[in-house]
């Protein structure tokens, strides 16, 4: 077996360290805790694998120094995340019913209101994010990552009211043309926007629908959390649309829109 100790922080203010801990309590492969004893308290990461699961180590690595990076910059008040996309011509996403504070910087392009590894984000692992949502209930991710030249990725899952997005858009690959990157990307982010406003006036409820759509994968899907709750198969619980508008178009008629008009007091394009 491979076991390690990741120390995340020396010393640290225990309401503030109990609180990260609390806000990181289901991470891959490892688990996050604080021991205050009085001579030496820590936060650290605690793992314990099979010594030959190289890619599930590496991502308990990759893990710690997320979680070091969100610890130093625990006041910052989501200052790195709007400066960043502001920087990079790319608008804020909706962040649902968190306010900036409650959003980590795990690293460069990456952030969340709970960790989920960047990598996982790219490779679109639908049934994580779903179960994350079941699990835990709203959170927010967005990181950009990928391989090689030209195959990356800026993934978004954000969540308001019942609803919850989860958006991949091609983005700094070598030969990617970033007008339209951009231009894809901010198109999305405006839909999101105005659906997520709505659904946030809805009542307090659980995340039922799950939107997924992923540009340059393909793919187009509104997914039914309920009833994966209620023991079905993602692909009996999955309705998929042919494109990203048509998908907008049908959230846009789930039971909490019924009636709603967007604040248009018209149609809406989506």
């Known amino acids: 077996m491979f076991r390690a100790s990741f120390f995340i922080a020396y010393d640290p203010d225990p309401g503030e360290a109990e609180q990260f801990v609390a806000e990181h309590d289901d991470l891959p492969y490892s688990e996050a805790q604080f021991d205050g004893r009085k001579d030496a308290s820590v936060i ?17 690595a990759e893990t710690a120094r997320a979680l070091h990076a969100a610890w130093l910059n625990r006041n910052e008040d989501g200052r790195n995340l709007v400066a960043t996309l502001a920087s990079a011509g790319i608008a804020l996403p909706p962040l649902g019913p968190l306010s900036k504070s409650a959003i980590h910087t795990y690293g460069a392009w990456s952030w969340g209101s709970r960790y989920v590894p960047p990598f996982v984000l790219y490779m679109f692992e639908v049934g994580f994010v779903a179960r994350q949502l079941i699990e835990h209930g709203r ?14 990725g800026l993934n978004l899952v954000t969540t308001a009211g019942p609803v919850a997005a989860y958006v991949q858009h091609g983005y700094g690959g070598g030969y990617a043309d970033p007008v339209w990157d951009l231009v ?18 809805q009542p307090t409820m659980p995340v039922r629908w799950l939107l997924v759509y992923s540009q340059f994968r393909g793919g187009a899907s509104l997914i039914d959390l309920d009833k994966i709750r209620d023991g079905q198969g993602r692909d009996d619980a999955t309705e998929s649309f042919d494109n990203e508008s048509d998908l907008f178009a049908a959230a846009a008629k789930l039971p909490p829109f019924e009636g709603h008009d967007f604040g248009t007091a018209g149609s809406v394009s989506w």
């Open 44 to 60: 650290r990461l605690l793992v314990e694998l099979p010594f030959d699961e190289g890619q599930q180590i590496r991502t308990t």
């Open 139 to 152: 959170f927010f991710a967005l990181a950009h990552a990928g391989h090689g030249i030209n195959s990356y």
């Open 184 to 201: 894809h990307i901010n198109a999305t982010y405006s839909r999101l926007h105005v659906l997520l406003k709505a659904a946030q006036e």
